[in-house]
């Protein structure tokens, strides 16, 4: 393929990798003059139509996704020369190393360097998992990772490269499928012919563990299907087992998602299986529940039912309470004290002294008082009522779409005005908090840079079903549940 020119515009510049069925070349688009990568799938006798299909679903795969970490599609092609025969995938050009070479090449990485890979490596993750379907590399390994621009203390821009064995949720989860991996990369439900998105978290798991002990996974002792290596490494508890529970081989006790993971990395526990970060348990609505809950893989939205008769009867008893305080026993004294101060001026008329005038004085403040406490009661009554004449017809609303969450209500024929909108980055984790007082209340709270805001806090909701939508929430945003 040397100096030749291929589809018509990329002239080869020489081999970069081969492999049986593929090569892969570094090329100049002479439309561009711009250097290009150029992997070619050689059409020969021994071609399967698996590779076919792989290689096809790679290009569709990389056309589809937009990341500054990944190459980026450029163009795919046929090619029907005498001399060769085959598919092209053409991607940018990234200048790096990869992973492997450099640990060939005696580099080695320090425990925050390897950490500081971990958050790189999750974070593309995380936005591949997120694409509708979810996206799965299949073959995160230290040859499939390229490190540049190494700075100081910095591990510099960190690059996931090869998705030639990608799969698509809903690809995996249809027909049968063919198991494609690097065998010590690969976690145990993988092997065995099932793939999840946490599967990359295995493999990415026992990429660094590579990387800290020096040895390959496959070759690391193992018990009970667990690779042993904590022996191996000096590093602290905490990010011992935060790389266990990476490579947990039963994949329910492995984190859930790559941003739970990232989550605990930033926050290290040490103890494995940290409560802060369980899963979801399935619950149910509760029976008799006038709760709607609509979820669909774009949006999420919980409609509360106007408030109970019972609880607007105790907000009009405190209302009736306040009426009757501002409308009869006030009065009374505001009567009372101008008998007082009409009797105290009388006599003054009289005889002045400096104690009446004290007096006098004293029941003018008196009086003043009593009236603005009358005043602040008669402005309380009204909002006290209007608020009550609106939670009557009020209906409250909470939703998520792929990007915020959102409080708003109905009032009549009035539809959803917006209360709030929250962006789902800001979002750290959910907490379930009873509030104790005269009527205790559990609130769902969201936890926004270190504040708190209430997402759900109705007075009428039973414990059961706060723990319904507290599930409910903490699942579809993929956020840790917080035991409080």
């Known amino acids: 393929m040397n100096k030749k020119i291929i589809g018509d515009r990329y002239q080869v510049i020489y081999l970069l990798g081969k492999k049986p069925g593929y ?16 992997k070619f799938l ?9 590779n076919l299909k792989l290689f096809e679903r790679e290009a569709e795969v990389l056309k589809s996704i937009y990341h500054p970490a990944i ?37 080695t990485f320090n425990i925050e360097e390897v950490k500081e890979l971990a958050e790189s490596i999750l974070k593309i993750l995380i936005y591949l998992h997120s694409q509708q379907p979810a996206i799965i590399h299949r073959d995160i390994k230290p040859s499939n990772i390229l490190l540049t621009n190494r700075s100081g203390n910095n591990i510099g821009n960190v690059y996931l490269v090869d998705f030639g064995s990608v799969k698509t949720i809903t690809a995996s989860t249809s027909g049968t499928m063919t ?5 010590g990369y690969m976690s145990p439900e993988h092997f065995g012919g099932k793939v999840v998105p946490i599967s990359d978290l295995y493999s990415l798991g026992a990429t660094l563990i590579y990387l800290i002990t020096g040895m390959h996974p496959a070759n690391l002792p193992q018990k009970d299907g667990k690779i042993q290596f904590e022996k191996l490494v000096n590093c602290s508890e905490g990010f011992a087992n935060w790389l266990k529970q990476m490579v947990e081989p039963v994949e329910e006790q492995r984190f859930s998602s790559a941003k739970i993971a990232l989550q605990s990395l930033k926050q290290p526990s040490n103890k494995l299986n940290d409560l802060s970060y369980k899963k979801p348990i399935n619950l149910k609505k509760p029976f008799g529940s006038k709760i709607l809950l609509n979820k669909s893989k774009n949006r999420l939205e919980i409609v ?13 008893i405190f209302l009736g309470i306040k ?6 026993i006030l009065p009374f004294l505001l009567l009372i004290a101008l008998l007082l101060l009409s009797t105290i001026f009388y006599g003054l008329g009289y005889s002045i002294s400096i104690f009446s005038i004290l007096f006098a004085l004293i029941l003018l403040i008196l009086f003043f008082g009593v009236v603005g406490i009358c005043i602040a009661l008669i402005v309380s009554v009204i909002d006290d009522s209007i608020k009550a004449l609106t939670n009557l ?45 005269n009527r205790p209340l559990w609130v769902i709270a969201a936890n926004i ?20 939508l507290y599930n409910e929430l903490s699942e579809y945003l993929d956020l840790p549940l917080k035991n409080t």
């Open 393 to 437: 017809f009020r209906r409250e609303r909470l939703w998520i779409d792929r990007k915020k969450l959102c409080l708003s209500f109905d009032c009549l024929c009035f539809k959803s005005w917006l209360i709030r909108s929250i962006s789902l980055t800001k979002i750290n984790n959910l907490g379930k908090i009873l509030i104790a007082g």
């Open 323 to 328: 009426i009757y305080i501002s409308t009869i």
């Open 71 to 107: 190459p980026r599609y450029l163009d795919y092609f046929e090619v029907n020369q005498p001399h060769i025969k085959g598919f092209g995938l053409v991607q940018t050009y990234i200048k790096a190393e990869s992973l492997e070479k450099h640990l060939q090449a005696g580099r």
């Open 449 to 468: 840079g270190g504040n708190q805001y209430n997402l759900i806090d109705k007075n009428d909701l039973t414990e059961v079903e706060i723990d319904w």
């Open 42 to 50: 050689v059409w020969d006798d021994d071609l399967e139509w698996q």
């Open 23 to 38: 090569r892969t070349v570094l090329c100049s688009d002479i439309q561009t003059q711009q250097l290009v990568v150029v």
């Open 179 to 183: 198991v494609v991996g690097t065998y």
């Open 304 to 316: 509360f039912p106007r408030q109970k008769i019972t609880q607007l009867k105790n907000d009009l």
